[in-house]
């Protein structure tokens, strides 16, 4: 398998992807006592583009997903899904960090979980925490919340403020 | 005559390790045909708390997430931290923290092998582990004042320094492990027993691991070669050469099976006692802190602005934690990311076409916790006939299977 090292990766995706990034920019790191550098890729995508993006990293390699982190910033629910391309060799790995962010009021998105199978707990994570619909997403029911629980409300959503309202009245 | 399908429940909650969890199960006969997975009922709302702390005190919260983990979730968030904020670690602090990180590996893969020898019913081999893992929570005890939850992690470096007093006692504890290695082997790998109840049990494919994105020692026994150490090594593990190891360094073969993990597990034993010999022969001298005054370094996080991720290889595999700071009291995003949410999906192929008696082995291979096996209802769908099978029972199940098996 070829590696590609985070430069000529990062700048695959521009040449692909062209004006749908947003944003782009390498991080650079350095690791032990002799201060090796390796780079991790941020990027923000246009939300009608971030399949295509995935789809365009599964012909590198098949990427593995870690996790979706979700921020509503009080404007815009903004996603972050922590990718991670070429395992096997030190200093080869590659963390891809894409951002997608979404309207606030009706965040949808589609799901990758028919390209990456593993990406179902965090994406029904997500879309029970932040009320994001993920488009195609086959498994409806809530992963860590209980059945019975309201459903138009999202406990990481901004407003959010935690029990006590509901803790005052139990006591 | 019809072929009747069975519903078992199994779990929720079982007080003895952490995560409680829900397996419904449809079974026929003594084959399990589908999986269906309902975990939750431990969601305690860590990262919620965490908006109403500073990065200090999220440390001490992260370090709860697990009492098992507990060096890897603080290890994993003050990189996070440190890679938001900019901040610099001394590299003295550097080994000292893959120190406590390899020992608390010793004592979690330990740990590990007594429970797997437990649910197949040799309970002399769990007391003969955990007499075994005592000696390293000692040794974690005698540096860090602490058995678990060692406070050892600090953003910017480590907490308590590892002093020329330390150094015989450490040296004395890997001698002891490395003697241990042979019993281990001996008993787990090398016990026909144990190798009729865990080979070509509980499989799962190379592509399977890939595609449902297992991490850790599950997904190297199905010989994906993917550990954080040696991808993309940090702290001391990028001034050495780590490689992932996977079974066919030992039996020449990957089949992906219970008897795999087992052969990942103990190896990496042995792999971290040579990484923290490693680490005791290399410890740089200076500072153990960036930034010792804890209100200095609150000021500077308080204006620092970024985002960063942190990874570590913990014992399951892969922790990472995503942080995002904005100029403010409190972090704006805390995300952790255990282990086990990545392996929750790898249960559904392992556990397909298996028998009810291999439940306990499966579900604890992947090193989770087997708490859950708490309560087992058999409903006939047919005859919605009743029967309610304890934890105790399930395991007597498995242990007779055993029992045969050696007749």
Known sequence: ????????????LQKNLKENIVESHL??????????EFHNIWLEVKREKFRDTVELLMTLQYPHIAIIAGNDNGETVDL???????????????????????DREKPSIESITDLIPGAQTTEREIKEMFGVEFIGLPEMRNIFLPEDFPKDVFPFRKEQKGLDELVQKES | MSISTYKIPIGPIH???????????????ERIQSVDLAPGDNHRGIEFMARNRNVVQIIYLAERICGICSASHPFAFCRAVENAAGIEVPPRAEYIRVI???????HSHILWAGIAAEELGFNSVLYLSWKVREEVLD???MLTGNRINYGMYMVGGV????????????RKTLEYYKDAYQTLEDVFLKDPSIALRTKNVGIMTYEDALHLASVGPTARASG????????????????????AITPDIYSGEVNGDVFDRIIVRILEVFQSVQIIEHCIDNLPDGEILSEPKIIKLLGVLKKAKGEGVGRHEAPRGEVIHYVKLNESENPEVWKARAPTYNNLMSWLPMLQRQEVADIPIVVASIDPCIGCMDRVTLVDSNTSKEQVLTREELIKLSIEKTRRILR
């Open chain 1, 1 to 12: 398998m070829d590696f590609l090292n985070a430069k000529d990766l990062l700048s695959f």
């Open chain 1, 27 to 36: 991080e650079t790191r350095t690791a032990g006592i002799k201060k090796e």
């Open chain 1, 80 to 102: 972050v899904y922590l990718f991670s391309l070429f395992y096997g060799e030190k200093f080869k790995e590659i963390s891809i960090n894409i951002k997608v962010s979404l």
């Open chain 2, 15 to 29: 007080p003895s390790l952490a995560e409680p969890m829900t397996f419904n199960f449809e079974i026929s006969g």
């Open chain 2, 100 to 106: 406590i990180a390899e020992l608390e590996r010793i």
């Open chain 2, 139 to 141: 040794l974690l005890e």
């Open chain 2, 159 to 170: 907490r308590r320094d590892i002093t020329e007093e330390h150094i015989p006692q450490i």
């Open chain 2, 224 to 243: 994906v070669k993917k550990d954080v150490r040696q991808d993309q090594p940090y702290s001391a593990y990028a001034d050495m050469d780590i490689k």
